[in-house]
């Protein structure tokens, strides 16, 4: 079992695609580990997108997550990074295929909907970044057994 992070961002949020989201997920048959509604600051937003600080739409990358509220997840499941990367499409909606989230509810690159993590150290990375330890819940759901053989 593998452990991802991803959130919907602001335009995901202000578009009232909180919930399609997170169902299609559930859905699938991810488990929700973790969860909550935050408003990033500038500080976490040029942790979270380091790897993008030269190029040339890291400003305006950071100044759209901090401009409202985002909900960051925790998931948990087999294949679960690159399952859920490709859940969510290529990182242009317009190349993204239809079926996935970007595909389906997205245009622009820089108002792609959701953001996940593309490997096991940036998975890592980003739940510590935004969750506490305790924050992230061990559960067993009861319909495991109907999901994996
Ligand atoms: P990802 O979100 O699919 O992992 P990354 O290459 O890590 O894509 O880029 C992070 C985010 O930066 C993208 O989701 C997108 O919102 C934004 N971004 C990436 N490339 C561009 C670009 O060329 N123009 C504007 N925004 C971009
Ligand atoms: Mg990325």
Sequence with gaps: MQRTFLAIKPDGVQRALVGKIISRLEERGFKLVGLKL???SVELAEKHYGEHKSKPFFKGLVDFITSGPIVAMVWEGKD???SLRKMMGKTNPLDAELGTIRGD???DIGRNVVHGSD???SA???IGLFFKNEELIEWNPDIRKWIYE
């Design 119 to 121: 490997g096991p150290e």
């Design 38 to 40: 935050m408003k990033v």
């Design 105 to 107: 509810f997205a245009i």
């Design 124 to 126: 890592e990375r980003e």
């Design 80 to 82: 679960a990074i690159n």
